[in-house]
C-alpha cells in the first residue's frame, strides 16, 4: 500500500498564492505517473496537473500559467504552486498516484480563495 500525505491547503484572497505537497510513502521509483486532482462542492473531482515519471507536466486550460507541477525525486514529493488564485479554484485537491499495478489517492487538503 502507498500512502499519500498532501498538505499545503488554505484559505487565501484572489490573486495570492499557495503551494501544495503530497508526500509518497513509496520510492518515485516504483511510480510512473502522478497528478492533482480537484473537487468542489456538488462537482466531480476534474484532473488539474499531471506530471510523469520522466517530468513531462500537462495542465488543465484553466490552471496554464498560473500553476505549476513539479517533483523532488530524493524526497519523494510533488508540488503544486498555485499563483493567482481565483475564487473558482476553491476545492478540495487530491494527490494521485499510479504504479505499474496499483493507483492511490491522499486524503486531500482545502484550498479556499475568497473574492
Known amino acids: 500500500q502507498v500512502q499519500l500525505v498532501e498538505s499545503g491547503g488554505g484559505l487565501v484572497q484572489a490573486g495570492e498564492s499557495l503551494r501544495l505537497s503530497c508526500t509518497a510513502s513509496?520510492?518515485?521509483?516504483?511510480?510512473?505517473?502522478m497528478a492533482w486532482y480537484r473537487q468542489a462542492p456538488g462537482k466531480q473531482r476534474l484532473l488539474v496537473a499531471s506530471i510523469t515519471s520522466g517530468g513531462t507536466t500537462n495542465y488543465v486550460d484553466s490552471v496554464k500559467g498560473r500553476f505549476t507541477m513539479s517533483r523532488d525525486n530524493a524526497k519523494n514529493t510533488v508540488y503544486l504552486q498555485m499563483n493567482s488564485l481565483k475564487p473558482e479554484d476553491t476545492a478540495v485537491y487530491y494527490c494521485?498516484?499510479?504504479?505499474?499495478?496499483?493507483?492511490?489517492w491522499g486524503q486531500g487538503t482545502q484550498v479556499t480563495v475568497s473574492s
Open positions: 494521485y498516484a499510479v504504479g505499474r499495478s496499483w493507483h492511490y
Open positions: 513509496r520510492s518515485f521509483f516504483d511510480i510512473n505517473f
